[in-house]
Each structure stands twice: as C-alpha cells, then as structure tokens.
C-alpha cells in the first residue's frame, strides 16, 4: 500500500525558541566516538550513579541511529517544530550516535547522557527521576520507552524537563495503527498535547507539545519595534469589550469595533480574511460579514480560506470577494474525529497539501494593506497559524482579530490566550458566531 503523509493530530501554539533534550541514542564503543573538542558538545553519566558499561555497538547499529535519529529531526523542521539552534541533550543506551547525528545536521550544543533506573548511592535506591531542572528543555526525543521498566515515569519526566511550549517525541514500536501507538503516551500526558504522528524508519513516533503558562502564550515573541498595529491598538485597548465566559445574548451589540474609536477614512487598501468559515457558516447563513462593522463591507478585499470548496464558491459570487483553498484546515475536524477512528488501523487524520505557504501567502497579501481585519476559529490549525504569525512579526499587519469560540462556554486555557492576545496589544474580539 502507498504510504500517506500524516499531519498533525492536535496543534497547540508552535513557534518558540528551540532547546532540545535527547532521549535515546547511543553511547557506545568506539564505533559511535565523538570528539570532545567542543565545550558544548559532552557525554556525562550525570549525578547520579549511572551505569558505566554503555554497552557495545557495532558500526551498523550506530549508523541505524544515527539515520533514525536524522529522520525524526527532519521531519520537525519539515514541519516547522524545531530549529537548529536547538540546546539538546541525548539521554539512554544510544545517546552517542544521537549526539552524533545532531552535531552532523548543525546543532552547536548537544549534550548526551546515559540514564536508565540506576541506583542512588545518596538516596539508597532505585532512582527514576532525570536530573534536570523543571522546565530545562525546548525539545524531547525519546526510542526508550518500551524497554523502560517504568515508562509512564519516562513521559512524565520528560514533559517535566520541557519548557512551556517545548516539544517532546518519543519512539515506540508498531503497535497496530498510529491510534493504538499514541493513546498509552498522549493518557499519560498532564500538560502537554499531541501534534503530530507518523511513522519514521520503522517506529512510530509521537510529538507532543507542552502548554504554555498562564500570561505566557504570545508574551514571549519579541515583535519589530515599529509594530505598526500595536501602536495604533494599545493606547485605546481599555475601550474594547470586556471577556466573557459565556456567550451573551446579543452579543454583537456588546463588540466595540476599532474603527469606532480609530479614523481609517483614509486608508486606501483595506483587507478582510476569513480562516476556516466553513466551519460555522451554512445555507441558512446569507450574510457572512461583521454584523453592525462601522465600514461597508464593499470597502474591503475580502478573502475566504477554506478546505471546503463546495461550501464556500456559493459565497464567492462578487467582485472583491476571493476563495483561497487551504487543505490543511480539514486537520481541525479529523483531529476532533480521531478518537472513533482507533479500532481502524488505516485511519489518517489528513493529508497535507504543501504547495500552499499560508504564511508566504498571508506576508504578501498584507504587505500593501494599511487596514486589514482577520477572523478565524480558535481551532488547532488557525492557532498554529497565529504563532506563527507572531514568530514572523506579520501580526503587526494585524489591525483587529476576531476568534471564533465554537463552544457556548469558554475554558480557562482559551481566556488565558484572549487575555494573553490582549496583553500583546492585539485588539483581539472573542467570536461566537452562530449557534
């Protein structure tokens, strides 16, 4: 059967600066040696009591890491995961070829250690814990989780040493569909969420992410400091709306529109961008623009982005109004039906179309514009495409967001990104849509 590019099963806010802690690799015989020459690039047993008997690895085996460790790499940064300014760090039996294989693709700072269950002389017993401060790494990889005598410690340490927003990846044996790999690590996880699945070099590898902090979501990009939007939104932000847990009746007469309390009578390319209408528009729906905006909607170069061409060519019948075909928004709906596709074994959440550049897109369409508005699902995907449109400062073209909150309630996680947004400077509206 001809293999399928698999995609994103959940995407939580990606774009961070990148370290990275190893898991598994090799430390072996000379065969995987690595020079010392470089302070940044060590193999340490740790604190700890570690084994000193690494092990004995042929050339073959080490080169099979190596190739197997380069692959997983690869194909975070084909997915814009991971950068190669990464601080890595290559724990358990195979660390060596690991560090290996980092320091081959550019990585300056890489660091491996051996760790399994070893015991403590100072404790006076067994000792599962990686010695490493909470919130240490950017980045997690680990293929020793089936042979860990308690693996669900393993996850739980390595979500541990990751920092907000870091990625943790594990490799594990097949087990069936990529469902049935997935399910034993994403129970265990407590503050992290899965992104991406795939199978690589005969493994199954699962990526998670872990969840930002409360206030922390966007405060951590540094923006250009001629952030057009910003200083245009921040000075009157105290007029906006307050935040809601709830949806309010009528809660279109309660948004404070920025146009309200900015003059933009001469702006002479305004820009409207919908992402992932499809979702929440319907043939009952006639008119699918800003109900009460100050500004006629004939003044704006309006935009459709959907994986749904059938749905959305019936709103794009005017001039002015465009569709863009975006495939990869159809990872929101297959994420949320993953959970009655894990008896079936070929279940794909999606395929990814990578001959759209969303962000390539979004860059060039706003960069004429002096008034653009963009509204979208608070979804997986359209979340990804925020950070990285923070990560890129394309925010700063930005001049009001609206999120569409699908639910008639709002979690904790979802104010804290509102109030996060707004923190920023982004006059950012909570969207309810139609219920």
């Known amino acids: 059967m001809k293999s399928r590019k698999r995609v994103p099963m959940k995407v939580w806010l990606s774009a961070q600066r990148s370290t990275g802690l190893l898991v598994g ?9 690595i020079g010392t020459g470089s302070p940044t690039s060590t193999m340490f047993p740790g604190k700890f009591l570690f084994s000193k008997v690494w092990g004995s690895f042929g050339p073959v085996q080490c080169e099979e890491n190596k190739n197997l460790t380069t692959s997983v790499v690869k194909e975070l940064m084909e997915k814009q995961i991971l950068s190669y300014n990464a601080k890595a760090l290559c724990v358990g039996k195979d660390s060596m070829s690991a560090v290996m294989a980092l320091k081959d693709l550019g990585f300056s700072d890489v660091t491996g250690v051996y760790r399994h269950p070893c015991f403590s002389l100072k404790h006076k017993k067994f000792v599962y814990e990686l010695d490493y401060e909470d919130n ?3 980045f997690v990889i680990s293929r020793d989780l089936d042979k860990a005598s308690a693996p669900a410690m393993l996850v739980l340490e390595v979500e541990r040493v990751l920092t907000p927003g870091g990625i943790g990846s594990m490799l594990v044996g097949r087990s069936g569909s990529l469902i049935r790999s997935v399910t034993p690590i994403s129970s265990l996880l407590k503050a992290s969420s899965v992104v991406h699945v795939d199978y690589v070099n005969g493994f199954a590898l699962i990526v998670f992410k872990k969840k930002l902090k409360n206030g922390t979501y966007f405060e951590q990009y540094r923006l250009p400091a001629d952030c057009r ?6 000075p009157i932000l105290d007029n906006i709306e307050p935040l809601l847990e709830k949806r309010p009746v009528g809660f279109e007469k309660t948004i404070a529109y920025l146009p309200e309390f900015v003059n ?6 305004m820009v409207y961008i919908d992402v992932g209408a499809s979702e929440h528009l319907n043939s009952n729906v006639t008119d699918w623009f ?8 004939k ?6 982005i959907d994986h749904n061409t059938s749905v959305m060519l019936s709103y ?14 159809a990872g929101n709906r297959a994420t949320s039906n993953s959970e009655a596709s894990i008896d079936s074994d070929d279940s794909d959440p999606y395929v990814e179309d990578e001959g759209f550049d969303f962000l390539l897109w979004i860059k060039e369409t706003v960069q004429n514009a002096d008034f653009v508005v963009l509204k979208m699902n608070a979804g997986e995907v359209e979340l990804k495409i925020l950070s990285d449109l923070f990560e890129s400062g394309t925010i700063c073209s930005i001049d009001e967001l609206f999120l569409h909150c699908s639910n008639q ?8 990104l509102f109030k996060s947004l707004r923190g920023t400077g982004v006059y950012v509206h909570q969207w309810w849509g139609d219920q």
């Open 25 to 33: 690799g090799n430390h072996t015989s000379s065969s995987c040696a």
């Open 136 to 138: 240490s790494y950017d």
């Open 229 to 234: 939007s910003m200083a245009n939104t921040k």
């Open 264 to 269: 933009i009578s001469h702006k002479q390319r």
């Open 290 to 297: 800003l109900p009460s905006y100050p500004v006629d909607r």
């Open 299 to 304: 003044a704006f170069h309006v935009y459709f």
């Open 316 to 329: 794009v019948n005017k001039p002015g109004i465009n569709f863009v075909y975006y495939p990869s928004l």
């Open 409 to 416: 309630a709002v979690n904790r996680d979802w104010m804290d």
